[in-house]
């Protein structure tokens, strides 16, 4: 029975562990924060050490099927789009690479006639020589298909659930593969039987209320934690951001996850859920970033651009329009001009910064934590 079949059980036959997340999560009768942030930097000590692990996001395509109101490269937006060419996705990861990286993020919108049969597996297959950890985040897939990426070199797979309101989640997205609340609901589990070996979930917080969101949140992972335990398992809670289309958006109040229960939340899923890694992007400004890196953080994204060929300018000799599906050139092209970034990053600090802040709090940043040749038979 997947995920989505229990979902609606849990939300009203709550779990001991998520009626324990509820407690916790009330800040008038649960433990005072401080008091939290001290047992979540303990429980981080013992089961992580002093070490944070870098990640860069790697945008290959900001094509885009669907229609997402929240999303820069939502179908219907009016962006200058482009789709790297493997030999310009292994520029922009040799950049990334000379920078220190060996952690990679792949990135694309979901558009399988841009992104087509056969592209993520050549993307990976000319990483894979020079970049040992491989993930991506794209739209779902098929059991087989997810197979077939894991043959191909990538042993990481993100997907967020944007929002687990279900009401919320069809009015948000209008058209496309991804108006399917329960086969994205579901694509961990199928990821998982795909045979990759690091999960990461999420919500977009800032999209319905904030509360039961992280609710549901707790419910998914403890279900995946069960049921998915030969995986190493992630835990993000982005936070919404500006974005293509909308660069004045300010956050709905009555939505908004406020900064104090955003640590509260981090200290509440790490002592839950001692194992997991968590997840903190350049979404979130500098100085909330220096300050929750000893609270639970296992992992962060640092140097980060979120449009396709954002590190070295890949891609700008090919930019042009999509008008229902169909590319169309554009009038005039400076020859000066980017892809459209998804959203507007916070923390614009280099990856050199971000090592000497951990450095600075005693903690170590982890470049490289994996290898194929530790599943070498000896």
Wanted: glycine letters at 6%; aromatic letters at 10%; proline letters at 6%.
């Amino acid at each position: 029975m997947a995920f989505a079949d229990v979902f609606p059980d849990l939300l009203q036959r709550p779990t001991p562990l998520m009626r324990r997340f509820m407690r916790m999560l009330d800040e008038k009768s649960g433990e005072p924060l401080e008091n939290l942030a001290l047992l979540s930097r303990q429980t981080t000590r013992r089961h992580f050490g002093r070490t944070m692990r870098l990640f860069a996001p790697l945008y290959v395509s900001n094509e885009c099927v669907n229609n997402c109101s929240y999303c820069g490269f939502s179908r219907d937006a009016d962006i200058l789009r482009t789709t790297l060419t493997v030999d310009q996705v292994v520029r922009e990861a040799k950049h990334l690479h000379a920078l220190g990286f060996r952690s990679i993020l792949l990135v694309a919108g979901e558009h399988p006639k841009f992104v087509s049969d056969g592209y993520l597996q050549a993307c990976l297959d000319a990483l894979k020589p020079f970049i040992p950890t491989l993930a991506i985040e794209v739209g779902p897939m098929e059991d087989a298909q997810y197979s077939e990426i894991v043959a191909h070199g990538a042993e990481g797979l993100v997907v967020y659930q944007e929002t687990y309101n279900r009401e919320v989640y069809q009015t948000l997205h209008t058209a496309g593969p991804k108006r399917n609340f329960d086969w994205r609901l579901n694509c961990p589990e199928r990821a998982y039987a795909g045979g990759f070996r690091r999960i990461g979930i999420g919500a977009l917080f800032g999209l319905a209320d904030w509360k039961s969101e992280a609710i549901a949140l707790c419910a998914h992972l403890e279900y995946l934690y069960k049921h998915c335990w030969k995986a190493q398992l992630t835990v993000a809670f982005p936070r919404m951001r500006p974005y293509a289309g909308n660069y004045t958006y300010t956050p709905d109040p009555a939505l908004f996850l406020p900064d104090k229960s955003f640590v509260r939340l981090i200290t509440i899923f790490r002592i839950l859920f001692p194992q997991v890694g968590m997840v903190v992007s350049t979404r979130e400004p500098a100085p909330l970033r220096d300050a929750i890196a000893t609270l639970g953080v296992t992992h962060m994204s640092a140097n980060a651009r979120t449009e396709p060929g954002g590190y070295t300018g890949a891609g700008a000799d090919d930019l042009h329009l999509t008008v229902k599906g169909r590319r169309v050139e554009l009038e005039k092209k400076s020859g000066c001009e980017t892809a459209t970034e998804q959203f507007k990053i916070s923390d614009t600090r280099s990856a050199a910064e971000i090592a000497t802040m951990l450095r600075t709090q005693n903690l170590d940043p982890v470049w490289k934590d994996w290898d194929e040749a530790l599943l070498a038979s000896t």
